[in-house]
C-alpha cells in the first residue's frame, strides 16, 4: 500500500529565512511525487512534480524539492520564504495524478 | 482557460438526507478526480472517473457514488447523510495522456455540513 508521511506538523520561519519541509513515501513501484499548497478556503495548487530524470525539481512560487530514492525522501525548499508562503502544504504520491495519496500537510507560519 | 469549477460552494444537510455535488472540470480535460477532506481523516481519495467510466475507488462505503457525463461534468451523491460525512470535498481535473503524467487542478471545493 502506499502512504505518505510529513511529520512535521506545523512550522514556523522568519520571513527571508529558508524553508525544507520534509516528505518521506511509501510506494511499491516507481514514484510519482507531487508537493501541493492549499491556502485557508481554497482549493489545492500545485508547487510541482516529479516523475522521472533529474532528481532536483523545480517549481513555481521558488519552490524546489529534491527527490532521494534511497532515503524514499521528496523534500520541499525555498532559499528566502515570502509573508504570502503561509499556507498548508500537502505531499503526494500515486501512480498518476488522479490517484494521489496525500500526507496530512505542514501548516507553515511565517513571521515577520 | 477557466478553472475547475464546484457547485454549491457551501451546503448544510441533517442527518438522513442525501447530497449531490457538481464539478465542472477544465475544458478539454476528461479525467476527474474527487477527494474528501477533514480536519481527522485529511484529503482522502474518493474515486476518479475518465471518460464516463469509474477507473478508480477510494475506501469509502457505497453511499459514496458518483457520475461522469459525456461533457466530462461530474457528480458525487452521498446518501443517508451522517455526521461524520461533513468535509471539504475537493474536486479535481486533468486531461491526462498515455503516458499519465498530466497535472491535477483543484476546484475551491464545496463545504459541506451535516447537521
Known amino acids: 500500500a502506499q502512504s505518505v508521511t510529513q511529520p512535521d506538523i506545523h512550522i514556523t520561519v522568519s520571513e527571508g529565512a529558508s524553508l525544507e519541509l520534509r516528505c518521506n513515501y511509501s510506494?511499491?513501484?516507481?514514484?510519482?511525487l507531487f508537493w501541493y499548497v492549499q491556502s485557508p478556503g481554497q482549493g489545492l495548487q500545485l508547487l510541482l512534480k516529479y516523475f522521472s530524470g533529474d532528481t532536483l525539481v523545480q517549481g513555481i512560487k521558488g519552490f524546489e524539492a529534491e527527490f532521494k530514492r534511497s532515503q524514499s525522501s521528496f523534500n520541499l525548499r525555498k532559499p528566502s520564504v515570502h509573508w504570502s508562503d503561509a499556507a498548508e502544504y500537502f505531499c503526494a504520491v500515486g501512480a498518476y495524478a488522479g490517484k494521489s495519496t496525500f500526507g496530512d500537510g505542514t501548516t507553515l507560519t511565517v513571521k515577520p | 482557460k477557466a478553472g475547475v469549477t464546484q457547485t454549491p460552494r457551501y451546503l448544510i444537510k441533517t442527518r438522513g438526507q442525501q447530497v449531490t455535488l457538481s464539478c465542472s472540470p477544465i475544458?478539454?480535460?476528461?479525467?476527474v478526480s474527487w477527494y474528501q477532506q477533514t480536519p481527522g481523516q485529511g484529503l482522502q481519495f474518493l474515486f476518479e472517473y475518465f471518460s464516463e467510466t469509474q477507473r478508480n475507488k477510494g475506501n469509502f462505503p457505497g453511499r459514496f457514488s458518483g457520475r461522469q457525463f459525456s461533457n466530462s461534468r461530474s457528480e458525487m451523491n452521498v446518501s443517508t447523510l451522517e455526521l461524520g460525512d461533513s468535509a471539504l470535498y475537493l474536486c479535481?481535473?486533468?486531461?491526462?495522456?498515455?503516458?499519465?503524467?498530466?497535472?491535477?487542478?483543484f476546484g475551491p471545493g464545496t463545504r459541506l455540513t451535516v447537521l
Open positions: 510506494y511499491g513501484a516507481t514514484p510519482y
Open positions: 475544458s478539454g480535460h476528461r479525467s
Open positions: 479535481a481535473s486533468s486531461s491526462l495522456s498515455g503516458a499519465n503524467t498530466d497535472t491535477q487542478y
